[in-house]
């Protein structure tokens, strides 16, 4: 079995009645390294299904590679109602299913994978497109950003991005969002969301072509965010399996199987 090695420097400080002076204690503790399928399946709403991921997890001490990491071998399939699609090995550990498949809003999905005798399980909802009721900028101390109120879903977690367009062509996306919304029980609710401070050297070169993008995820993506952001301390949680994460793949594995819609809306200056 591949261990990871952990070295725990312990400062014990001993007074002048035991010998007057600082003892650095060194302790080897060997913890056992434990192999983990991989999953990485994003559904967006209406559009066709590029594939998901299944790898495995490496040591800490090995140098990450794909080759290394894919798997060629699980069986897997998607479930949504009655309907299964099946999903196949075409590259780089990525599975695609047997024909389209096209996910839709207001829809439950399983996804049911083995590898060797490593089973894994998880279930993912795609809600409707956030209804977006206003959108404008904002200015204060740590630069600008866009705001929106938008209809709460039940069981939905929300997040925003600034996005300039010209035509249908992104020229600039935030990378990551600023917040994810916690779950509201009150289907009538307002929602506040916001993007990430937009650079300035962005905001004056695509001054007039700014929207809003607003995601509606399954709510398990809420805690996801929240973990991966504050707790990871290697730069891929996929890659490693590093820091406290909350996944909602259940089973022989970790990973992240969720739904999400989007609507976006330019808003002016």
Same mark, same amino acid.
């Given at each position: 079995m591949l261990k990871k090695k952990? &070295? $725990?420097i312990i400062f014990s400080f001993i007074t002048i009645l035991f010998n007057g002076c600082e003892r650095v204690d060194v302790v080897e503790i060997t913890l056992p390294f434990q192999e983990k399928l991989v999953v990485q399946g994003i559904l967006e709403e209406n559009k066709p299904l590029d594939g +998901?991921? $299944?790898?495995?997890t490496l040591p800490l001490n090995e140098v990450y590679s794909i080759s290394k990491a894919e798997l060629k071998d699980v069986v897997a399939y998607i479930k949504n109602g009655v309907r299964v699609i099946p999903l196949k090995y075409d590259k780089a *550990? +990525?599975?695609k299913p047997l024909g389209t498949f096209i996910p839709q809003k207001k829809s439950n999905f399983e996804l049911f994978a083995k590898w060797?005798?490593?089973n894994v399980y998880a279930k993912t909802y795609i809600p409707e497109n956030p209804k977006i009721v206003r959108a404008f900028f904002i200015t204060d101390g740590a630069g600008t950003y866009i705001q929106a109120d938008i209809q709460n879903q039940t069981g939905v977690v929300f997040g925003a991005k600034a996005v300039a367009m010209e035509g249908s062509t992104v020229l600039y996306e935030s990378e990551d969002f600023y917040s994810i919304t916690q779950?509201? @029980?009150d289907p009538k609710a307002? &929602?506040?969301v916001r993007t990430p401070v937009i650079p300035a050297e962005v905001l004056n070169t695509f001054r007039n072509s700014f929207s809003i993008k607003v995601f509606a995820f399954?709510?398990?993506y809420q805690n996801y965010f929240k973990t991966k952001k504050f707790s990871l301390p290697i730069k891929d949680s996929f890659v490693q399996s590093g820091g406290d994460v909350e996944w909602n793949v259940l089973g022989d594995g970790i990973g992240l199987f969720i *739904? $999400?819609? @989007?609507?976006t809306l330019k808003v002016n200056r």
């Open positions: 952990i &070295i $725990f +998901i991921v $299944f790898t495995r *550990g +990525i599975y060797q005798d490593k779950p509201n @029980s307002t &929602i506040k399954d709510e398990q *739904g $999400f819609s @989007s609507t």
